[in-house]
């Protein structure tokens, strides 16, 4: 934070995503938001931590909106992948405020969505166009909905991933091996973390 209560905006893939952010004068880049709210001016960013918290607190309203209001038999077939880069930018926010409750909206889209949660992460992890802070998390969350160290809940995780649709899990599998092939390094070793984690539940079957 400045002297002039403004926010230096760190290095691309990280920062701000409350508005249409602008970056000297132009677009700043695929995290960018459609609203007019935020500013940037030579490497700074205008807007506050509550800002950026308000903001995350849409993030998912039509993910989460949808899933609540569906039949829980109907949620099985919601995979339509959502906009989730702004979210795992927030996640790793310097402000605890806003990193906490992007980290209760990722837990809450998990918990009402799982096929969408999924497809979500794979969308994001697999996409080249992506910020590279985006995509890594989005590997990392999607490791650690297929594995944990406690037995019990390692077993329920595998148990939950087997019982996705067929044809999802395919398409996650194939955005895995897409990642492999793009840039940068962390992105790819990300995704051969995941690839092993889909492995060691689908090769035993």
């Given at each position: 934070?400045?002297?002039?209560?403004?926010?230096?905006?760190p290095?691309?893939g990280?920062?701000?995503?409350?508005?249409?952010?602008?970056?000297?004068?132009?677009?700043?880049?695929?995290?960018?938001w459609?609203?007019?709210?935020?500013?940037?001016?030579?490497?700074?960013?205008?807007?506050?931590p509550a800002a950026?918290?308000?903001?995350c607190?849409?993030?998912l309203?039509?993910?989460?909106?949808?899933?609540?209001?569906?039949?829980?038999?109907?949620?099985?077939?919601?995979?339509?992948?959502?906009?989730?880069?702004?979210l795992?930018?927030?996640?790793?926010?310097?402000?605890?405020?806003?990193?906490?409750?992007?980290?209760?909206?990722?837990?809450?889209?998990?918990?009402?969505?799982?096929?969408?949660?999924?497809?979500s992460?794979?969308?994001?992890?697999?996409?080249?166009?992506?910020?590279?802070?985006?995509?890594?998390?989005?590997?990392?969350?999607?490791k650690?909905?297929?594995?944990a160290?406690?037995?019990?809940?390692?077993?329920?995780?595998?148990a939950?991933?087997?019982?996705?649709?067929?044809?999802?899990?395919?398409q996650?599998?194939?955005?895995?091996?897409?990642?492999l092939?793009?840039?940068?390094?962390?992105?790819?070793?990300?995704?051969?973390?995941?690839i092993a984690?889909?492995?060691?539940?689908?090769?035993?079957?």
């Amino acid at each position: 934070e400045l002297s002039n209560g403004s926010y230096t905006v760190p290095p691309f893939g990280t920062g701000c995503t409350t508005g249409s952010a602008s970056w000297k004068g132009t677009p700043r880049g695929p995290h960018g938001w459609a609203s007019s709210s935020c500013h940037h001016r030579q490497n700074t960013c205008f807007c506050s931590p509550a800002a950026r918290a308000i903001s995350c607190e849409r993030l998912l309203s039509a993910a989460t909106t949808s899933s609540t209001a569906a039949p829980a038999a109907a949620q099985t077939t919601m995979a339509a992948p959502v906009e989730v880069t702004q979210l795992l930018l927030h996640a790793q926010d310097p402000d605890i405020n806003v990193r906490s409750l992007a980290e209760q909206k990722i837990q809450q889209f998990q918990e009402q969505n799982y096929p969408g949660f999924l497809a979500s992460l794979a969308a994001e992890l697999s996409t080249a166009q992506k910020p590279a802070d985006s995509r890594c998390l989005a590997g990392l969350v999607l490791k650690n909905t297929l594995d944990a160290k406690d037995e019990a809940r390692k077993v329920e995780l595998q148990a939950r991933w087997s019982a996705v649709d067929n044809t999802l899990r395919n398409q996650i599998r194939e955005a895995l091996l897409t990642t492999l092939q793009t840039e940068p390094q962390d992105v790819r070793h990300t995704a051969a973390l995941v690839i092993a984690k889909v492995a060691a539940i689908d090769l035993p079957q």
